[in-house]
């Protein structure tokens, strides 16, 4: 069945540093992709998304591609800051069907260090 | 526009007990997913509803565990002789019913079996 792997963390980064987060797929077809990041005590937001192999979702400085020949999504910031502190999930979300459910990777713990 | 609002938002039950969650989807939102984040891990899919049905329960527990989403009222995931592996965070999510659409989601009901 379809599944998400992502790079366990916790990564610690000290402010202004360089942030990647891994994120590979395995899928039925070609999926919708998703970042969602769940601050402390909250639930999750949506933080970008991308629909077709080799678009660039992007918000609040975090990129990712969706790489069809690698089935990767993995996360990109230039230089992070403290309030990026949080736990980001990669996600999955095939197409077609009776259903639109998620598929959820483990979850990666950023921690920003002044 | 309020978003998707879970109750209790912390909920303690001793082994036996019952549990229910309720989630209020956003306005205008006419379907709703459940998922379960067991410690340490990530969010999996638990069940998907409309109004007043059950479309995809594959993620759900064959005993013990039951979802509704009636005409008028939250949706209501309930949980019979809870035991302590039922200790999770559980979170609902909602969206207006397209396909293509984002699933928003509540802040999550943090249940905790002594």
């Known amino acids: 069945g379809d599944s998400v792997t992502q790079m366990e963390g916790p990564v610690t980064l000290s402010e202004e540093a360089f942030l990647t987060i891994n994120c590979t797929y395995t899928?039925?077809?070609?999926?919708?992709l998703f970042w969602y990041v769940q601050y402390p005590g909250e639930g999750l937001q949506l933080l970008l998304k991308?629909?077709?192999?080799?678009d660039k979702g992007s918000n609040k400085g975090f990129e990712a591609t969706y790489r069809k020949e690698t089935t990767s999504f993995h996360l990109e910031k230039g230089s992070v800051q403290v309030s990026d502190s949080a736990v980001y999930f990669c996600?999955?979300?095939?197409?077609?069907?009776?259903?639109?459910?998620?598929?959820f990777g483990t979850g990666t713990l950023l921690a920003v260090q002044p | 526009n309020a978003g998707v609002m879970q109750n209790p938002r912390h909920l303690v039950r001793r082994r036996g007990q019952e549990a229910r969650l309720r989630c209020s989807p956003m306005?205008?939102?006419?379907?709703v997913y459940w998922y379960r984040q067991l410690p340490e891990e990530g969010l999996k899919f638990m069940v998907y509803?409309?109004?007043?049905?059950?479309?995809?329960e594959s993620g759900m527990p064959k005993e013990r565990f039951s979802a509704e989403f009636p005409k008028e009222g939250p949706s209501i995931l309930r949980i019979q002789q809870v035991v302590r592996g039922d200790s999770a965070a559980y979170f609902c999510?909602?969206?207006?019913?397209?396909?293509?659409?984002?699933?928003?989601f509540g802040p999550g009901t943090r249940l905790t079996v002594l």
């Open positions: 996600a999955s979300r095939g197409m077609g069907g009776a259903t639109n459910k998620l598929i």
């Open positions: 899928a039925t077809g070609y999926p919708s």
């Open positions: 991308a629909t077709k192999a080799d």
């Open positions: 306005k205008g939102h006419s379907h």
């Open positions: 509803l409309q109004k007043e049905n059950i479309i995809d």
């Open positions: 999510a909602s969206s207006p019913g397209l396909a293509e659409n984002q699933q928003f």
